[in-house]
């Protein structure tokens, strides 16, 4: 059978699956070549990340196709239920890049915390001849033990970066309408383990206590954050989003910076992906990445794996 990984896949997957017996297509198809490419090669199971959707057409065209599988956690860029109705077989790697996700927002908050984003920008074009002025102005940094880190979302993503936060000495306080508890295991080592028991608590409540925000929530028809949760906050929190574009409203996420409410931000997602706005690009209290939350070598080798197995499992 033929597996065509349109958006790639790592050699760990790549490997597996050959051993099994299946032929892997490392070949990126356009979108609009996708349907023709799937039919003339007999495609058995497309593989995609984020850039490559996967709707109707797709599905009501490709009599071949017997699995989509998405490396990754979210797959809005696929019509999951459609494709089930029509007996596909829609897989994904929910917990394989939690970790990287979690230490991609943490390489945010201590960079913000002490204008890393800023200093690394300045630091090149003018570090020679302002130093001393560079130095002023970033020696107003604050640590983040002992403040309060709110997770808004509690799944896999949000537990990893809760147990981060715990490492370093954080308050975690979280927010998720589908749990009420978990004990989260914070492993060391020397095989040596903690446990913690969090009780999740309302949104506001979060909002009001953290000094800190991190997301981890699906896409939503509306914002998670506004205006309103902005007001709520208290005045100088930083709000991370390494989720979905569109869970923050970056109009207003602006305008809580410009009035001083909050004191920085830091995206990896953006709503208008693969052209952020350019009054994001440009702000000096964002810290910006381009939605690389689960760009690590270790991911990527675990989302190959695990898609490998999947696919194996059900088509053996």
Not at 102 to 112: I, K, N, R, S, T
Not at 123 to 148: C, H, N, V, W
Not at 179 to 203: C, G, M, P, R, W
């Amino acid at each position: 059978m033929k597996v065509l990984a349109n958006d790639g896949i790592a050699t760990s997957g790549v490997m597996e699956l050959e051993a099994a017996g299946f032929s892997i297509d490392l070949n990126t198809i356009p979108q609009d070549q996708l349907v023709e490419y799937i039919n003339k090669n007999e495609i058995s199971v497309l593989l995609v990340r984020s850039a490559t959707q996967v709707r109707k057409d797709i599905i009501d065209n490709c009599p071949s196709l017997k699995i989509i599988g998405r490396g990754g956690v979210g797959m809005d860029n696929i019509d999951v239920d459609y494709a089930r109705e029509k007996g596909l077989k829609v897989i994904n790697t929910p917990a394989a890049s939690s970790h990287s996700v979690a230490e991609l927002v943490f390489a945010h908050l201590f960079g913000m915390v002490r204008f890393l984003h800023e200093s690394n920008r300045n630091m090149p074009l003018e570090g020679d001849t302002k130093f001393k002025q560079f130095k002023k102005s970033y020696a107003k940094g604050i640590e983040l033990r002992g403040k309060t880190l709110g997770v808004i979302g509690f799944g896999r993503i949000g537990q990893a970066t809760a147990k981060i936060a715990l490492g370093l000495g954080m308050k975690v306080v979280a927010f998720d309408p589908y749990l009420d508890s978990v004990n989260l295991e914070l492993q060391f080592f020397d095989h040596q383990a903690l446990f913690f028991q969090i009780n999740t608590i309302t949104k506001e409540e979060v909002l009001k206590q953290s000094d800190f925000i991190s997301l981890h929530v699906p896409s939503q028809k509306e914002y998670v954050i506004s205006t309103k949760e902005f007001e709520i906050m208290k005045d100088g929190a930083f709000i991370v989003n390494a989720a979905r574009g569109g869970v923050i409203d970056e109009v207003a996420l602006v305008k809580a910076i410009e009035s001083g409410k909050i004191a920085g931000g830091a995206l990896d997602v953006f709503e208008k992906e693969p052209t952020p706005e350019i009054q994001l690009l440009m702000n000096p209290a964002l810290s910006l990445t381009p939605h690389i939350g689960a760009a690590t070598g270790e991911a990527q080798d675990r989302i190959g794996t695990e898609l490998a197995h999947q696919i194996i499992e059900i088509l053996n």
